[in-house]
């Protein structure tokens, strides 16, 4: 139990109240440090009622603290608690221990008898730890991954469908050879559909593509260990990068340069972060899926809103995605809300 409290120690972020004024961090994400205090404290100033309208508590969960993707819908999730007078609560999970932190992350908001929790990159697993924030009254929203605990809101994209529209575009840029698939971790449900959606595409479309697995458990590190690995087996055989999360996407670009092989291979990854936007940009990335990242932060707590305020909302709101290339990347800037996170 100490080693415990220690972690959720070591990853709470301090409480974020969001009527005070901003500041830039080093990501280009506001955040507010006039409101940090210690877990558990509140502001008087954010209890204030606007047009009548009680002023609701709500603790978000990120799963991760250096994550870009999670920083943009951290932002959305923020600015919209603040258009719509929500008090915010914000705690990160600890990495080398998400389901651990989410139930202490969990319980901490139950102390704080927080109206709603919103929370991204859960899993099944996860599910108990909901059903007791749920016995308390207090409603849930899940960004991304569904707990399938039921009687909650999921706000999520199709993985293997932008996963497969991926493959499709593609199947149609590439010469025969060997695709490198870098994968994520396999025991959850977006790497899964993100390699199933994208391998099962192509090899349906091109009988003369290779696929070789690289399993990197989201760490770019060993994604680029992979790649080297399949460069020195395949040399100038590789003619696709397909990645289930950025960093894999962008080591991958790292290792071919370096192997003088960037010339003749597309890159393709998955999340459409401000980063890989500016490779993009820059040549070094060839093509991305374009998650909205910051539109399902906005609709997830527009929705927290909703059924705070007793209306009635979609028990799943499934986001489109697009493949995005030199081609469009600039109007994908621009659609996604991501001008203010370039750097």
Same mark, same amino acid.
Not at 137 to 158: F, M, Q, R, S
């Given at each position: ?19 005070? =004024? #901003? ?12 409101? &940090? ?40 999730? &923020? ?9 915010? #609560? ?8 998400? &389901? ?10 139950? $102390? ?11 899993? %099944? ?8 924030? $749920?016995?308390?009254?207090?409603? =849930? ?31 149609? %840029? ?17 790497? $899964? ?6 391998? %099962? ?18 760490? #770019? ?11 020195? $087996? ?33 890159? =393709? ?37 909703? /059924?705070?305020?007793?209306? &009635?909302? %979609?028990?799943?709101? /499934?986001?489109? =995605?697009?493949? /995005? ?19």
């Amino acid at each position: 139990m100490k080693t415990k409290i220690l972690a959720l120690l070591m990853v709470i972020a301090t409480l974020i109240s969001l009527t005070a =004024c #901003s500041k830039k961090s080093n990501n280009n994400i506001t955040d507010n440090p006039s409101a &940090e205090s210690d877990v558990g404290s509140t502001d008087e100033a954010n209890n204030t009622v606007k047009d009548g309208q009680k002023a609701f508590k709500v603790g978000f969960v990120c799963p991760e603290a250096t994550n870009e993707g999670w920083q943009v819908t951290a932002a959305a999730i &923020e600015d919209t608690a603040k258009e719509l007078n929500i008090e915010i #609560s914000k705690l990160y999970l600890d990495p080398s221990d998400y &389901e651990g932190t989410f139930a202490l992350a969990v319980d901490t908001f139950i $102390q704080q008898k927080v109206d709603a929790i919103i929370y991204g990159g859960a899993d %099944e697993s996860y599910a108990a730890t909901v059903h007791k924030a $749920q016995e308390e009254g207090i409603k =849930c929203v899940e960004i991304d991954n569904p707990t399938n605990a039921g009687n909650l809101w999921n706000i999520t994209v199709d993985s293997y469908a932008a996963a497969a529209v991926a493959g499709e575009w593609m199947a149609k %840029e590439l010469d025969a050879g060997v695709v490198l698939m870098i994968n994520g971790d396999m025991a959850r449900t977006n790497a $899964q559909q993100r390699h199933d959606g994208f391998v %099962e595409t192509i090899t349906n479309l091109r009988s003369d593509i290779e696929i070789h697995e690289i399993y990197a458990n989201w760490d #770019s590190t060993t994604a680029l260990a992979g790649v080297e690995d399949a460069i020195t $087996q395949y040399g100038n055989r590789i003619v696709g990068v397909f990645s289930a999360w950025d960093g894999g996407a962008l080591a991958a670009a790292s290792a071919l340069e370096v192997a003088g092989l960037s010339d003749n291979v597309i890159v =393709c990854g998955f999340d459409g972060t401000p980063t890989s936007m500016a490779n993009i940009r820059e040549g070094k990335l060839q093509a991305e899926v374009g998650q909205p990242l910051y539109e399902l932060g906005k609709v997830g707590m527009q929705t927290v809103n909703t /059924v705070l305020t007793g209306g &009635e909302a %979609e028990e799943k709101t /499934v986001l489109g =995605c697009s493949i /995005v290339t030199a081609e469009n990347v600039e109007e994908f800037i621009k659609s996604a809300g991501l001008e203010r996170f370039m750097n």
